[in-house]
């Protein structure tokens, strides 16, 4: 074999990969090559095929810590293939030599008496169509692939620059996705694998965590949804920045994740962060610090596409179809309106009205007074002035840890039931008996209400009186409950419905 100088790989496997297909429409393609080939799959992982009568042989030499793959090409030999050359093939391939009868094998006596008896072999005919391009001075390429009558989409970048690789993924938008080798790729292809897919949301107090399988029909199967109190937005509007502690537990949070995702064998995680991320002055810094630990870039969402998201999630799941509807999500440091009709968004905003917030201004964490707690009621309808006098919706769907710790209290749950929560109904009874118990209690008390998780013992005074007054303001006695929110509609709206 001619030197080879290794490069760095990167691939992905995917049916529609949205901005970076669009991303490289702007390219200049080069030719365009199709041929057909014979992988040779097994455990092993190795890359083995047969392309234009030659048994071409990869081996995966090296994994850097951004999870490029350096292939080391090992074998590129003619049929008949010599049997001293078998050995090396079987032991790619993880197959014990059998005893070798031939001087050399042509590929189909290769097949028939090497490969189908060792049972651990499978020979998938592969045809690609494959177009090549520069990108930020890598080839890359993009290539249609058929397999046992499945299809999908991949594309590539390689180099001997392994940071090159990398911002030229990132520069596509592909860098949450997981670099699958094309061993790799085509065994979940012609196994037909529900693609799964992870997503993140960063917000002010918490980050919520979700992986969901999507099958043939498009629906979707929760594997994981859950939430890690980390409060990124600790003391955010006193100094207007994200603080060392908060920002190493988020980073830790958000690094378990990760590795968790790629233990489910996602194909790719988004990351979006919220309004804590909006408003620090450090938020690059912010940003910065958890790509350098975890390989995820956070996209740090206006408050409106936060709602538009939301919206999605609602209508996804609840099915809400007549009438005018408003949903509302309520967190650490702010809360997404949007309204709309049906499936049509009207109009969707954000204002700076979140649950930490009023607790730091107010005390809120403490046993207070009613004087104090009607200070706190007056502050936040001042700062959702903005929903002042608009036409009561027909229906009110409200989101948020505020709303589900609240209905989780209400029907005394001592193990949180996502299925229980969703599509459940609120009262401001309900809402004005739990204000009156928080209110009377410090959080250290509260801690033993059965339903309410520890960690927002806190703050949970605060998101109530945010809820009441979105009721109020809208003159609603009542409000549907959607355990689902921004990671739902993110992952609906990133990887298909």
């Not at 207007?240 to 994740?257: H, Q």
């Not at 309106?337 to 009023?358: I, L, N, Q």
Request: some cysteine.
């Amino acid at each position: 074999m001619a030197t080879i100088i290794p490069r760095w790989e990167w691939r992905v496997f995917g049916e529609d990969l949205g901005a970076a297909e669009q991303a490289f429409a702007a390219l200049t393609p080069g030719p365009v090559a199709e041929n057909d080939e014979l992988y040779l799959l097994s455990p092993a992982g190795a890359n083995v095929k047969v392309r234009d009568g030659l048994m071409d042989i990869k081996l995966l030499r090296e994994v850097n810590a951004d999870g490029l793959e350096r292939w080391e090409p090992v074998m590129k030999r003619e049929f008949p293939l010599p049997a001293a050359e078998v050995p090396r093939v079987l032991d790619a391939l993880g197959v014990v030599p059998p005893p070798l009868t031939r001087g050399a094998y042509t590929l189909a006596q290769f097949l028939a008496e090497l490969m189908e008896p060792s049972g651990s072999v499978r020979a998938v005919r592969v045809h690609k169509r494959r177009v090549r391009y520069t990108l930020g001075g890598c080839m890359a390429e993009i290539a249609d692939v058929e397999a046992d009558r499945r299809a999908a989409r991949t594309i590539a970048v390689e180099s001997e620059d392994a940071s090159a690789v990398i911002a030229a993924v990132r520069s596509v938008a592909l860098d949450g996705y997981l670099n699958t080798s094309y061993p790799r790729g085509l065994a979940a292809l012609i196994d037909a694998r529900p693609p799964r897919y992870a997503v993140i949301d960063v917000g002010t107090n918490s980050v919520k965590f979700h992986v969901g399988e999507r099958d043939a029909a498009g629906r979707w199967r929760a594997l994981v949804d859950r939430a890690e109190m980390t409060r990124l937005g600790e003391n955010l509007d006193a100094h207007n920045a994200i603080s060392t502690e908060p920002l190493e537990r988020t980073v830790a949070a958000i690094a378990g994740m990760v590795e968790e995702a790629r233990r489910y064998g996602v194909q790719a995680t988004a990351a979006a962060g919220t309004a804590g991320l909006r408003i620090a002055h450090n938020r690059d810094d912010v940003i910065a610090a958890i790509r350098a630990r975890t390989g995820l870039t956070v996209e740090v969402i206006p408050g409106e596409e936060e709602g538009r998201l939301a919206y999605l999630a609602v209508r996804a799941e609840l099915g809400v179809t007549k009438g005018s509807l408003a949903v509302f999500d309520t967190g650490g440091g702010s809360t997404q309106f949007t309204f709309g009709h049906g499936p049509h968004v009207d109009e969707h905003f954000s204002v700076h009205v979140g649950a930490v917030r009023y607790t730091e201004r107010f005390g809120l964490a403490r046993v207070v007074g009613p004087e104090v707690l009607q200070d706190a009621l007056v502050a936040i309808s001042a700062d959702l002035s903005r929903i002042d006098g608009r036409p009561p919706p027909d229906a009110l769907v409200a989101m948020g840890g505020a709303v589900t710790n609240i209905t989780a209290v209400k029907l005394g749950l001592a193990t949180y039931d996502p299925d229980l929560v969703q599509g459940a109904v609120l009262d401001r009874t309900e809402i004005d008996r739990q204000i009156e118990l928080y209110r009377s209690r410090d959080a250290d008390a509260r801690r033993a209400t059965v339903g309410l998780q520890p960690q927002r013992a806190d703050v949970i005074l605060a998101g109530a009186c945010i809820v009441r007054t979105v009721m109020e303001k809208l003159g609603q006695q009542t409000l549907t409950v959607s355990d689902r929110g921004l990671r739902h509609g993110l992952l609906i709206d990133r990887f298909g419905t």
